[in-house]
């Protein structure tokens, strides 16, 4: 485990679309800076995701200075959208969870993104992360929160369980699916030099000069198996994590985390199992 290292991040400024892979990035205490702080949102309130619409893998949004966004996406034409300076706030279903989050100003916003998928939708950014919504309670410490990814501050993959994973597909019922990328899982950093399946016992780690805690397995859902490049859906991974990665209720692959100090984490940087 001496030779564990981090060998990418990814930053999902808005929830659902195309993840950045920068070199680098700011740990804050609910996740990585600039990491699902906008999500769409239905007529209903309910945030939108892959798991309604498959075409959101295709959308991207590039991170600008101060946290706005420009939208772009097959067929459509780039949209710069600002952070929102008003500070009324709508509430938003996420998973049955109730979330306080901000429309964007520009109505221009909402009307793209309704554009591209073809249903009203509203484009919505949280505010205050440190105050908007607790880490599921049952995992969390006190004070702990969360942006508007599923659960936790950030998901750790690594390289040698999806290597593990894609044999055990290659030897499946749905081999022709295999060998799987890794935006299959959506995952904040990914770490290699480790062994396949190791992260299922760790507790407490480092990246760099910065702690994370491990708070549970991560359960996963039908996004995994929409080719992010395609935006089309297969049998793989569930299948085979159903055959392989069961845990209780739950087919699991990667670890949530939390972080216990701010800092940055840089690519290179050394992962150490500290518990």
Known sequence: MGNAQLLSIHVHPVKAFRALAPREAEVEPWGLAGDRRWALVDDGGKVVTQRQQPRLALAAAELLPGGGVVLSAPGMDPLTVPVPESAETITLDLFGDKVEGVPAADAAAHAWCSEYLGARTRLVHMDDPATRRPVEPEYALPGETVTFADGYPLLLVSAASLDALNT????????????????????????????AWAEDDWKLLAIGDVTFRVAKMCGRCVVTTTDQAAAVRGKEPLHTLGRHRRFGSKLVFGQNLVPRSRGTIRVGDPVRILE
Request: aromatic content about 4%; cysteine-free.
């Open 168 to 195: 055990l597909i290659s030897e499946g019922r749905h081999p022709a699916e295999g060998p799987l990328p890794m935006n299959r899982f959506r995952p904040n950093v990914v770490v290699g030099g480790t062994e």
